[in-house]
């Protein structure tokens, strides 16, 4: 916190000694003071952004969720998925998006399409890994007992699968934030993306940095509550 508070004062010193043009650099007291300004602009952009988060990330939990479960209960599907899902991660966003828009028009669906690209593949990676994690003696012995495959998922293997998708949980929920603004950047009605655009070519950087804050902040918050939900859901795998 005291390198954050250090590097905005450095910055309003450099911005007030040096007289350069708020067009090109804003002080971070103009940057506030603008972004307060037009507070309802940009939460009105903020709502869609949120909203295509959500979707979004809604399907790509589901996606990554059953491609898991799929490859913990028929392992030969992790030899057929695998380089599939490796494969969907080098396939460039920038040049997809656009298409994107071109298909589905300036509505949610291209914004779910690519917050689920650059998304699920963490998640399902994480889960994947945490139910391979699950040790062997945990299961023999459930198997001893006559549990079913079911059975020793439920009990044994999803829970220790917690950790890992919590921990990958996090890392996406902050990737779909990105994606939306990405999304809507390259095309939409509404969002911080399309806001941040009209802003840059208005040359008002400063509202630009204020969408920037908001975006951070969202990013934040959310990653937050992945910590809430993690304590409400699985307990015993929460740390402290």
Do not use: H
């Not at 949980?169 to 990405?182: D, K, P």
């Not at 969002?191 to 920037?212: E, H, P, Y």
Request: proline content about 6%; glycine content about 8%; cysteine-free.
């Amino acid at each position: 916190m005291l390198l954050v508070v250090a590097g905005l004062l450095a910055w309003q010193v450099g911005v007030d000694a040096s007289g350069v043009r708020p067009q090109v650099l804003p002080s971070p007291l103009r940057v506030l003071e603008q972004g307060w300004a037009y507070r309802e602009a940009i939460w009105s952009n903020t709502v869609p952004t949120l909203q295509a988060t959500a979707v979004g990330f809604t399907v790509s939990l589901a996606l990554a969720w059953a491609i898991a479960v799929a490859v913990d209960f028929s392992p030969w599907l992790r030899r057929a998925l695998t380089p599939l899902l490796v494969a969907s991660q080098t396939l460039p966003i920038i040049a997809i998006a656009p298409l994107l828009i071109i298909w589905f028009g300036f509505g949610l669906a291209p914004k779910v399409v690519v917050i689920a690209l650059v998304t699920f593949f963490p998640i399902a990676v994480g889960l994947i890994e945490g139910f391979g994690s699950t040790p062997r003696e945990a299961t023999d012995l459930l198997r001893s007992m006559g549990a079913s495959r079911l059975a020793q998922f439920r009990y044994v293997r999803l829970p220790g699968a917690m950790p890992s998708f919590f921990t990958a949980l996090r890392i996406g929920i902050t990737y779909a934030v990105t994606g939306a603004i990405f999304a809507e950047y390259v095309g939409a009605t509404a969002g911080l993306g399309i806001f941040m655009s009209v802003q840059k070519n208005s040359f008002r950087t400063d509202l630009v940095l204020a969408a920037v804050i908001v975006t951070a902040l969202v990013s934040v918050a959310l990653f937050g509550l992945t910590y809430l939900v993690q304590r409400a859901v699985a307990p015993w795998s929460a740390r402290g």
